[in-house]
């Protein structure tokens, strides 16, 4: 497996860990530092993994269902740090109310040992 087809694997873990409200795979996928970052669209910075992991949670916690496609945009491998740019459509049921939007989103992942980890997601909403 090439470089970037080990990225490309981890961020579509990374997805299907989201969609399937996951959270054992979601804990897999991240990187457990402090450093690590996630901005979900719309929302504030989240840095470390402990707030990183509450965030998830409140999602799959108050999401009944979730349909997820993407898009690849661009791969980029360079040494041990890697990044994904893609388009994210995501199909989202809480209660009765069934919303569906779009996001350009980047994804950064170092690789520690023979593993790709996400270290940053952002996730920024596009207008329609």
Known sequence: MTPDQAVLATNETFYRAFEKKDLEAMTAVWSQGTSSLC?????????????????????????????????????????DLAYVVLLETVLQVTGRRQSKAQSMATNLFERMGQKWYLIHHHGSPLMG
């Open 39 to 79: 901005i979900h669209p719309g929302r504030n910075a989240i840095q470390g993994w402990e707030g990183i992991r509450s965030s998830w949670e409140a999602i799959f916690r108050n999401t009944s269902y979730l349909e997820i496609e993407t898009e690849i945009v661009r791969v980029d491998v360079s040494g």
